[in-house]
């Protein structure tokens, strides 16, 4: 199953970039005897300055057709790493495709979070969204590592 993470904005060269880059690599070594892997990025500008509704639009030509749509998002479900290891092996043996959708600095437009078959959020703070991009990277090598039966998540 291919992850897509859609977001909004560029993650340029720095800290940020080095550890996304990392826990994808280490998640596609991982996840790849799972079924789970590669993970691909996609990155939208809003560059006329149309907003969340524009952002929205941008990010849903990013989705591919027929991908299972998860956001992350502050009102989404907080959930521990365990559950979400089990969220994507469930869809690993439903999906070819999960897209999880990281929006701009005002979040992610209604229209678009109403399309969601599920919704995560990394706790009750507002992460910046660069930020977001990392820790979902790192979660997703994590819940490859659980699903592998592996020692990096520890109890």
Not at 36 to 47: N, Q
Not at 89 to 102: H, S, T, Y
Not at 110 to 132: K, Q
Request: proline share 5%.
């Amino acid at each position: 199953m291919r992850l897509h993470v859609c977001a909004v904005g560029r993650l340029r060269a720095g800290p940020e970039r080095v550890l996304a880059d990392d826990y994808y690599e280490r998640f596609n070594r991982t996840g790849r005897p799972l079924g789970l892997g590669p993970v691909v990025e996609h990155e939208v500008e809003d560059k006329k300055g149309g907003g969340m509704a524009a952002e929205a639009e941008l990010l849903g030509r990013a989705v591919p057709a027929g991908a299972v749509l998860v956001t992350l998002d502050e009102r989404g479900k907080v959930m521990t790493s365990p559950e979400f290891a089990a969220m994507l092996g469930g869809w690993r043996d439903q999906a070819r495709e999960v897209a999880f959708v990281i929006g701009g600095a005002d979040g992610i437009d209604p229209s678009l979070r109403g399309r969601a078959e599920a919704s995560v959020s990394f706790g009750a703070m507002v992460w910046p969204h660069m930020l977001v991009r990392v820790m979902l990277a790192e979660q997703l090598y994590r819940a490859a590592t659980i699903l592998a039966g592996g020692p990096y998540h520890r109890v």
